[in-house]
């Protein structure tokens, strides 16, 4: 394997792990954070009516008719095997990354009103990867990739009237990730390997603008920042090339983009039936590239070469139907397009992206006049998707298939 090749593969095994948690648009986000925006496949914004209208729409949080409510969810993500059939620079690679399962508990709250004021405050997990690989080349670049991160939003909304409302709040992120990769070569003979783990705290902002021109039409615009992630940790390995210490444990560091997105919205009630319709963009063209430092000149001589990204903006098409069957009972169907970031000449193993087609179902039951208790499924399908060299800078030549995500969200909620 040549040198350059293998700075490459390091440099893009070590960060994208990291940058792979920028989940707002495809590449394995998470948009769904409760049991209503779960069965609506987030086409919950314009139409948020619980304690997660914190998260979803906090200008909304003034029209809520609770003096306070609060809910908490938990999901569980299964991520079926992803399977490749083709070859990297040559050599036949067909292999599948392994299966994997998560649970994550999320939590929102709206406090009472002052005056035209409101407070609300939401702890969620917006994004989350994790993809194994236990054949090479595979291992070279993505052995392991396990992300995760969390977000702490306080909110408010100023309330003018029954017409008009604006909210925001702060965002606060914590990123963690972990990277294994192991590198041979076509004779088997170990060339590298490398165990890199990070973390970080970093900041951002969100606004909301919600209109309603008539009592059953709620249109609304909502806009999350981008996020820097400046994710700080420490890389233990060793190699054979390149002047690759034959073993380091060095300081490093990445800045990564969690990119801002912008949601139109609008809602309308046909008597028991409310639908509503989501645009989304996603503003990955942030992600232009992606430069891994380390506090050693040797493994930086190798690790260390900024890599061309260039991810593109992204849009996507959200609808949610919630049929209100009778006072107490809440039925939920949403559908979503989804386009995945990662231009072909990119895309490598350790995020095998490709546009999604997602579905979801749901129900709320209102228990009595303070508890409400529901359950949600989502299938996010990914398209099957054919990669080849050139442009793919990777090597690659072959088709990615299954992949996607199957999510369950059970949630109970409490209103005062």
Known sequence: MQVRTVKKSLAAA????????????????????????????????SGAQ?????????????????????????????????DFKGTV????????????????????????????????????????LSKRWNRQPQRSTAEEFTLAIIEANPTFSYTFNDRWSVGGGVR?????????????????????????????????????LAYRPRPQTVLSVTYRSNVDLTVDGTAKGGGSVGGLPAWFDVDADVEVPLPATLALAVSHDFGRIRLEAVYERTFWSEYDKLDFNFDNRA?????????????????????????????????????????????EKSLGFELPDSDANVFSV???IQIDKHWEAGFAMLYDKKDERSVSTPPNENGIDGTFDKGGAYLATVGVGYRF
């Open 89 to 128: 620079a040559g050599v036949p690679a067909d292999a599948s990354s392994k299966e994997e399962d998560f649970l994550v508990p999320t939590l929102h709250y709206v406090g009472p009103r002052f005056g035209h004021w409101r407070f609300g405050f939401s702890v969620t997990a917006p994004g989350g």
């Open 172 to 208: 606060l992120v914590y990123t963690d990730g972990t990277v294994r990769i192991y590198g041979q070569d076509n004779r088997g003979d170990f060339l590298y390997a490398d165990n890199m783990e990070g973390d970080s705290f970093d900041f951002g902002y969100n606004l909301a």
């Open 362 to 364: 749901g129900t709320m």
């Open 299 to 343: 493994v930086e001589g190798v690790l260390g070469r900024p890599i061309r990204k260039d991810w593109d903006d992204t849009d996507t098409f959200r609808i949610g139907l919630t049929w209100h069957v009778d006072e107490r009972w809440d039925m939920m169907f949403g559908y979503a397009w989804d386009e995945s970031p990662i231009p």
């Open 14 to 45: 070590a960060a994208l792990s990291l940058a792979s948690l920028s989940l707002h648009a495809s590449a394995y986000k998470i948009p769904e954070q409760s049991v209503r925006s779960m069965a609506l496949s987030a086409a919950y914004v």
């Open 50 to 82: 619980g304690a997660d209208t914190s998260y979803y729409n906090p200008a909304k949080m003034g029209w809520l008719e609770e003096n306070q409510a609060v809910e908490g969810a938990l999901t569980g993500i299964h991520l079926p095997s992803v």
